[in-house]
């Protein structure tokens, strides 16, 4: 049968290897780059990405970045000569088991944006290691755009997730480290904002000095990258880190934050000025999903001090003075947060190492009773993931 009969695109000469780890739209701007500065979208046409008549929707919002169906696979081999191994690790169905759900029936089975969505990932957040990016030429790695990586451990540094100058967000689609060229802030009502000029090879890379945060760190980044037998663990630390680090996004305070470096701090301490009311915290869904990096990073060093103490309930008492008042305004709020979407998954696969904590964050006390649905927990469990 010919290439053709299959519907199989040409053999490229010009082929750039994909990074260890690195992202497919980064691997695309690299290979727009070679092919003369090709359209994103015609770029993935001739390196198999994308079928002949796949829209510019399937790789913005749809199936193309996510799971390695059989024929995106093959035709990634017939162009590229990627192998299935290189063409699964640029897509996020590689974090399935670890960051991500791990298992499901049939019809969840495939990765997809809601799939990332439910599980605190945003996948059009970018962040950035400058010293990287200027090392590779302006590509970047898939989990950078996890919230559980925010330090870069070959240059001790924390990742960048908005521009300097302008202060936008980096967005994997809109921002194109690769010939250090002006960003594209992402579109607002349909129009590009004026391109700012800040050139992204050369951002200040700002020193990561907190050895905690960095052993920490490390031990996420074994996490992410666990071998299958080790899924099960993983999974379960992400989901106790991910209710902790939302206990602290409501409840902790700068001061939490002891031997952190003064850049994280300092963020989260302006985060906390700008949220705080009396009735507790209040946050955007946006900012629920995607809290600026340098915040994430704080919360998560604090979710980590409770996840792994001795005593998770004695850390969590220190932060959020929790047994001490269940029902301040501040868990108060947190509770709303977590019966709704973007959180509402947070408190479902927490393990019993934080159980304790759990027992009076989630609902306790009276006044407080779970909702029906959740009171169900355990027996919906396969039902609750329903993810389309
Ligand atoms: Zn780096
Ligand atoms: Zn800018």
């Not at 790695?141 to 100058?165: D, E, I, K, N, S």
């Not at 899924?231 to 409840?251: I, N």
């Not at 947190?334 to 989630?362: C, E, G, Q, S």
Request: net charge positive; hydrophobic share 45%.
């Amino acid at each position: 049968m010919s290439r053709l009969d299959l519907g199989l695109p040409r053999r490229l000469a010009l082929v750039v290897e994909p990074l260890p780890g690195e992202a497919l739209l980064s691997w695309l701007n690299i290979m727009s780059a070679e092919h003369g500065g090709l359209p994103r979208l015609r770029t993935a046409q001739i390196t198999g990405v994308l079928a002949g008549d796949e829209s510019r929707h399937a790789l913005g919002t749809g199936s193309a970045l996510y799971y390695p169906h059989a024929a995106k696979v093959a035709r990634m081999r017939a162009a590229a000569a990627l192998t299935e191994l290189q063409v699964t690790n640029m897509l996020w169905h590689r974090f399935r088991g670890t960051a991500l759900y791990p298992f499901g029936p049939q019809w969840v089975k495939e990765t997809s944006r809601t799939s990332l969505l439910k599980w605190w990932i945003d996948p059009n957040a970018l962040r950035l290691c400058p010293r990287c990016v200027d090392e590779s030429g302006g590509r970047w790695l898939l989990a950078w755009q996890l919230p559980w990586v925010f330090v870069c451990l070959t240059h001790r540094c924390y990742l960048v997730g908005a521009c300097p100058v302008c202060g936008r967000a980096f967005t994997a689609h809109g921002t194109n480290p690769l010939h250090g060229a002006p960003h594209y802030p992402p579109l607002v009502n349909g129009m590009r904002q004026r391109q700012c000029g800040a050139r992204l090879r050369e951002l200040p890379a700002v020193p990561a000095q907190d050895d905690e945060l960095l052993a920490l760190q490390q031990r996420l980044w074994d996490a992410l990258h666990a071998p299958a037998e080790g899924h099960a663990e993983s999974f379960g630390l992400f989901q106790d880190l991910w209710a902790m680090a939302c206990l602290a996004l409501f409840t902790a305070h700068p001061e939490d934050l002891s031997g952190a470096d003064t850049v994280v701090r300092e963020a989260f301490a302006a985060f906390c000025r700008t949220h705080d009311g009396a009735a507790g915290r209040r946050f955007t869904a946006s900012e629920l999903r995607t809290p600026p990096v340098l915040v994430q990073t704080a919360v998560i060093r604090t979710a980590a001090r409770i996840v792994f103490a001795e005593d998770p309930l004695a850390v969590a008492d220190t932060v959020a003075g929790l047994s001490r008042d269940p029902h301040s305004a501040a868990i108060i709020a947190l509770r709303k947060a977590w019966n709704v979407r973007p959180l509402f998954l947070v408190t479902r696969h927490t393990t019993a190492r934080i159980k304790a904590v759990m027992d009076v964050a989630d609902y306790s006390g009276s006044g407080h009773a779970p909702p029906p649905k959740r009171r169900s927990r355990t027996t919906t469990f396969a039902t609750d993931l329903g993810e389309r």
